[in-house]
């Protein structure tokens, strides 16, 4: 409710609801503006079942020993790689990491000069990539570890390979002005640091050490994103259409 606009779904009579928090923010909002109550389907997430089954078939093939690390910084002026981008990635490569770099595509075309910079001091260094279409499957479940700051991307890569994600703590994006007239915080802010580790820009020498943590106490990890995933998500493995 903070990012969509307001008044952005109070004319469907259905929604497929992806969660729990879906149905409460909804039925908070009916009732507060008086609107028509709608029907609400406890459906899931289809995106998240497809991934799992790739992970599945895939998992044997893919090579999860590579140190790739996915950034996907959202887009808006406070966005992670606006902020502090040119230093992470540089702490990423100085610490044997490979790193594929996904901006959201407005960052492709409001940042032309900082993508310019990055591609100047880090494209000739075989361990960087930049992505500008979607994420090769391949790299997408071979990788290690996702660095974003507020991208949906994350809910989908946490879930899907029960590893946390580290979160640049940058400015939350806020669209919707009227967000809270909801009393309930937004999903992307209420699960965060359980879903990975909120870490501050000023703070980023940090990453590679939680990176490694990570790794070295991954059974514990998948434990409590899994549980996390089945309190957010309905029906998982059985939405995908």
């Known amino acids: 409710h903070s990012y969509l606009r307001k008044g952005a779904v109070d004319n469907y009579d259905t929604i497929f609801c992806v969660g729990p928090h879906h149905k409460n923010e909804i039925q908070e909002t009916e009732k507060i503006y008086n609107l028509k109550p709608k029907n609400?389907?406890?459906?899931?997430?289809?995106?998240?079942?497809t991934l799992l089954n790739e992970k599945q078939n895939y998992s044997k093939n893919f090579d999860t020993n590579n140190n790739l690390i996915l950034l996907t910084p959202s887009?808006?002026?406070?966005?992670?790689?606006?902020?502090?981008?040119?230093?992470?990635?540089?702490?990423?490569?100085?610490?044997?990491?490979?790193?594929?770099?996904?901006?959201?595509?407005?960052?492709?075309?409001?940042?032309?000069?900082l993508i310019s910079k990055i591609l100047d001091e880090f494209g000739?260094?075989?361990?960087?990539?930049?992505?500008?279409?979607?994420?090769?499957?391949?790299?997408?479940?071979?990788?290690?570890?996702?660095?974003?700051?507020?991208?949906?991307?994350?809910?989908?890569?946490?879930?899907?390979?029960?590893?946390?994600?580290?979160?640049i703590d940058v400015p939350k994006k806020i669209l919707n002005s009227y967000s809270d007239d909801i009393s309930m915080d937004p999903i992307e802010i209420s699960i965060r640091s359980e879903l990975g580790y909120v870490v501050s820009p000023k703070e980023l020498e940090k990453i590679p050490e939680l990176i490694q943590m990570s790794n070295d106490n991954n059974q514990n990890i998948q434990k409590k994103i899994k549980l996390l995933r089945t309190k957010t998500v309905f029906n998982v493995g059985k939405s995908k259409i």
């Open 40 to 49: 609400l389907i406890s459906f899931g997430f289809p995106r998240l079942d």
């Open 124 to 167: 000739n260094n075989p361990n960087f990539s930049l992505e500008r279409g979607v994420i090769p499957s391949k790299l997408f479940h071979s990788s290690i570890c996702m660095i974003s700051d507020w991208s949906g991307i994350s809910f989908e890569y946490a879930f899907t390979f029960e590893r946390p994600v580290i979160f």
């Open 75 to 113: 887009y808006g002026k406070n966005n992670l790689l606006e902020i502090c981008g040119f230093e992470l990635i540089k702490i990423l490569l100085d610490s044997n990491f490979k790193v594929l770099l996904r901006p959201h595509f407005k960052i492709l075309k409001d940042s032309k000069k």
